[in-house]
């Protein structure tokens, strides 16, 4: 009775915690504006049992944000975020440094490879289709396993502020209607949301990492021309242009 006594409490505790908590991690970065927006990609969960949006601050314009995103997922650029964290979960990610242009094209219907197959029992692993796709400002993921009651959209957001930056958004809706698969996901949360953030802080470094390697290949290229000897465009003395000497 004892023992019994204990793991409840034990569970009410860790419960407890969890919920206590879960202001810090579900909404990581956001303002209360971002985490109360619509956004593109809400209609297709209409009552989520969970819903999370996590942001950043990149101080880069979108056009130098937006190319690591058509990249993303299983054999193609990866995730971005943390590697050996997703690996040890089985998802074999390897993130790319680099963009790449054959992982450039991505198109509504196209799939977004995130775990491999046989991935947590799914034959197919865990994939997600392009649900709809905006150059520079998102893309809408959607995923689903037949004949299991439960739906995600996973979606990430590029909203501009002023000429050189922006917030880089990352929201998760989950359809779910068991009671079991819930108290799950409640569980597993503080995992997810920290994979997210290694998500957004991954992108952030790779974006403004090579806004500092553009910068500094203009100022190397700014400093040579300004090195460079004037060209002499007055002419000598004596031989102004329309002068003329006899003899």
């Not at 094209?105 to 799939?111: C, E, I, K, S, T």
């Amino acid at each position: 009775m004892g023992s019994s006594m204990k793991t409840i409490a034990l569970a009410a505790a860790l419960a407890g915690g969890l919920y206590a908590a879960r202001k810090y991690y579900r909404n990581w970065g956001t303002t209360k504006q971002e985490c109360r927006m619509r956004l593109p990609g809400d209609e297709l969960v209409g009552d989520p049992v969970v819903q999370a949006t996590e942001a950043v601050w990149i101080d880069a314009p979108s056009s130098a944000i937006w190319p690591w995103l058509p990249q993303m997922g299983q054999y193609r650029g990866g995730l971005c975020g943390y590697q050996a964290i997703g690996n040890l979960a089985g998802l074999d990610i390897h993130n790319a440094d680099q963009l790449r242009p054959e992982w450039q094209r991505l198109a509504v219907g196209d799939v977004v490879r995130v775990g491999p197959y046989g991935w947590l029992g799914l034959p197919d692993g865990l994939v997600l289709r392009v649900a709809e796709i905006v150059p520079e400002r998102h893309i809408v993921l959607f995923g689903s396993v037949p004949n299991r009651p439960w739906g995600m959209v996973w979606s990430v957001h590029i909203r501009p502020h002023w000429e050189h930056g922006g917030r880089l958004l990352i929201r998760i809706r989950v359809a779910l209607r068991k009671p079991g698969q819930v108290l799950g996901m409640e569980l597993a949360r503080p995992a997810i949301s920290l994979a997210v953030r290694g998500i957004l802080l991954g992108i952030k470094r790779r974006v403004e990492q090579e806004q500092r390697g553009h910068a500094s290949t203009a100022k190397v290229r700014h400093d040579e021309l300004a090195a460079q000897p004037a060209p002499n465009t007055v002419p000598a003395t004596g031989q102004a242009l329309g002068e003329h000497h006899t003899t």
